[in-house]
């Protein structure tokens, strides 16, 4: 027991961690091994680690916690974000980290850790020991990959209970995709979504300077859509169709 408050200190670690505590590769093994067999600790892929609580027999790092300190460049994204931030209807199964160190998806203690590949340059915002993207980058991160994650409906959802958005921040994150298509989605979304989420004029006026010139479709369902000139998209007739909507009539993923 000697090294465990140094460990229930850190949450989740690395077998370098260890060796850093203990000062020899040889010392970090048996203390590895003999933390595993007395339930103190529990592997959760490969050299890394979570504490388990000696009172609750559960891990003691939050789900977050360890999703952002699976690697160095490792950071909450995504619907896991929008959890993180209260800012969700569910807690999904699924905790998704972008990093650009490669893994492959994993589960621990009832939870798949799933990766996706970083975008551009990243500067994740640092909260209780959680390295997680910023709430703005989260937007238009989660409207991008609607198709792949979480569904237009949830995504919609979550941002519908933002309670503000700056519009500078915005802009710099559809600036790191570049897509013209991500323009045209966000700007309709969150033109949508104005009488929760005040953004000025002048952000929609930027997002259709960068939109497509073809007629995009916001999903592949294509059932009621109409077409919003202002935006060359097609999508419901209004975003509080999402809002209300079950998933089984829109979500496309």
């Known amino acids: 027991m000697k090294y465990y408050g140094k460990l229930v200190e850190l949450g989740c ?7 850093a505590l203990t000062g020899t590769e040889a010392a970090a093994h048996s203390l590895l091994r003999d933390y595993l067999r007395k339930g103190l600790i529990e592997r959760v892929r490969r050299d890394f680690y979570a ?4 009172e609750t027999k559960q891990p003691i ?35 998704y980290v972008t990093s650009n160190s490669r893994f ?19 500067i994740p915002a640092l909260s209780e020991g959680v390295r997680v993207t910023d709430i703005e980058r989260t937007v238009v991160d989660s409207i991008n990959d609607f198709e792949k994650i979480a569904g237009v409906e949830e995504t919609v959802r979550c941002i519908s209970l933002i309670p503000t958005l700056d519009a500078a921040k915005l802009l710099e994150a559809l600036d790191v995709y570049d897509n013209g298509f991500l323009y045209q ?14 953004l000025p004029d002048d952000f929609f006026k930027e997002c259709r300077r960068h ?19 202002v935006w060359s998209l097609y999508a419901p007739a209004d975003v509080s169709i999402l809002l209300n909507k079950g998933t089984a009539d829109y979500d496309a993923v």
């Open 13 to 19: 670690f690395s077998r370098e961690d260890v060796i």
């Open 51 to 54: 504490v388990i609580s000696i």
């Open 61 to 95: 790092p939050t789900r977050y916690q360890i999703g952002s300190q699976i690697f160095a460049d490792a950071f909450i994204s995504h619907h896991s974000a929008f959890e993180y931030y209260g800012c969700s209807n569910q807690v999904l199964y699924e905790v």
């Open 104 to 122: 492959q998806d994993f589960e621990f203690d009832g939870v798949s850790y799933c990766r996706v590949a970083s975008k551009g340059r990243m």
């Open 185 to 198: 989605k966000c700007g309709w979304l969150l033109e949508g979504l104005r009488n929760v989420i005040d």
């Open 211 to 229: 939109i497509s010139k073809s007629k995009k479709y916001l999903t592949r369902e294509r059932r009621n859509f109409v077409l919003h000139e």
